[in-house]
């Protein structure tokens, strides 16, 4: 049983910093894809971040040069660094992984978090 958890939302002023963890658990993180999507009520789902297996990094346009994404191989545990937060980064935030054919920013990842919150004000 795959679960993911994440962890560090929560409030944060315009211009400033958050780091997000995802927890993969028994996650087998190999020839496949994990990433972070977000989501505003009423709006649809939003592919922020991804990260193949290989290390290679797909990011929006909206947060290229100020999100990061990575991943410890040793806790597999998967993080986003946000920095120069705008307040329209605010969203639910979900952790999602395995996707074959390519780490498109797509919502079809097999399996996905519980979110957590992050807003900007």
């Known amino acids: 049983h795959v679960q993911l958890v994440e962890s560090g939302g929560g409030s944060v002023q315009a211009g400033g910093s958050l780091t997000l963890s995802c927890a993969a658990g028994r996650y087998t993180y190999k020839r496949s894809c994990m990433g972070w999507f977000r989501r505003v009520p009423g709006k649809e789902r939003e592919g922020v971040a991804s990260?193949?297996?290989?290390?290679?990094?797909t990011y929006a346009e909206s947060v290229k040069g100020r999100f990061t994404i990575s991943h410890d191989k040793a806790k597999n545990t998967l993080f986003l660094q946000m920095n120069s937060l705008k307040a329209e980064d605010t969203a639910m935030y979900y952790c999602?992984?395995?996707?074959?054919?390519?780490?498109?920013?797509?919502?079809?990842?097999?399996?996905w978090g519980q979110g957590t919150q992050v807003t900007v004000s």
């Open positions: 990260m193949s297996s290989d290390g290679r990094t």
């Open positions: 999602v992984a395995e996707r074959y054919g390519g780490c498109k920013l797509v919502a079809d990842y097999t399996y």
